[in-house]
């Protein structure tokens, strides 16, 4: 059954906006991790961001930041101030305690000069 | 740079013929990933290794099998290629096998011909 699931194949935005990339996960474990990947179009995946389904306050890691919403299951990652750097395709993944990684669809970023 | 290498980076070669994928892990990460990446298939998760014994099997085919040696470093073999499995192959390190987020090697894109 498909546990992540990014529902946007393709998101455009303008230089110095932010953006959402939604994420929404199926999980009946209390315990699991939610993850951002970027692949840019050289094919290697960076990780971005994680937050921790006990984690009382939302990740941040520079402009990126994480948009937990735990009772709706969904883990939006925001973006901002786009810069043309950040033109990728953007994975949503989850890990359950015990079990491995998951991966969604994937959303391709394209950040307008 | 994620600390993950992988070799070789491209690898072209004919149906039937089988090959050998080798990645490092990041200095005292003790687990290793595997992962495949399709158009059709997005990215789909393999095997799991940790400290030298397998943990996980995910979406693995028969032909297919990896070996995670003393030193850390890990083999994915592929044997009785087909067209199918022209991918790009991940392997990804952590130094957790439950939890925690995975670092990304650069991958290795393989045609069969």
């Known amino acids: 059954a498909q546990k992540i699931t990014q529902t946007q194949p393709g998101m455009f935005v303008q230089e110095k906006e932010a953006v959402t990339l939604d994420c929404t996960y199926d999980?009946?474990?209390?315990?699991?991790?939610l993850f951002w990947y970027k692949q840019p179009s050289s094919g290697e995946m960076i990780f971005l961001i994680y937050?921790?389904?006990?984690?009382?306050q939302n990740a941040t890691e520079g402009r990126y930041s994480l948009n937990f919403q735990k009772a709706r299951k969904s883990a939006n990652l925001v973006i901002s101030a786009s810069q043309l750097g950040d033109s990728a395709m953007y994975f949503c993944?989850?890990?359950?305690?015990?079990?491995?990684?998951?991966f969604g669809a994937g959303t391709r970023l394209t950040v307008k000069p | 740079d994620s600390g993950v290498t992988q070799t070789p980076k491209h690898l072209i070669t004919a149906t039937g013929q089988r090959v050998t994928l080798r990645c490092s892990p990041r200095?005292?990460?003790?687990?290793v990933y595997w992962y495949q990446q399709s158009l059709d298939q997005g990215l789909q998760f393999l095997i799991h290794?940790?400290?030298?014994?397998?943990?996980a099997k995910g979406n693995i085919l028969e032909r297919f099998s990896a070996q995670q040696f003393p030193d850390l470093h890990s083999e994915l073999n592929l044997s009785s290629l087909e067209l199918g499995d022209s991918a790009l192959y991940f392997c990804?390190?952590?130094?957790?096998?439950?939890?925690?987020?995975?670092?990304f090697g650069p991958g290795t894109r393989l045609t069969v011909l």
């Open positions: 990804a390190s952590s130094v957790r096998a439950a939890s925690g987020e995975q670092f």
């Open positions: 999980t009946s474990d209390p315990s699991y991790g």
């Open positions: 937050q921790g389904s006990y984690d009382q």
């Open positions: 993944a989850m890990r359950e305690d015990n079990n491995d990684m998951r």
């Open positions: 200095s005292g990460d003790l687990s």
């Open positions: 290794y940790y400290n030298g014994e397998e943990r």
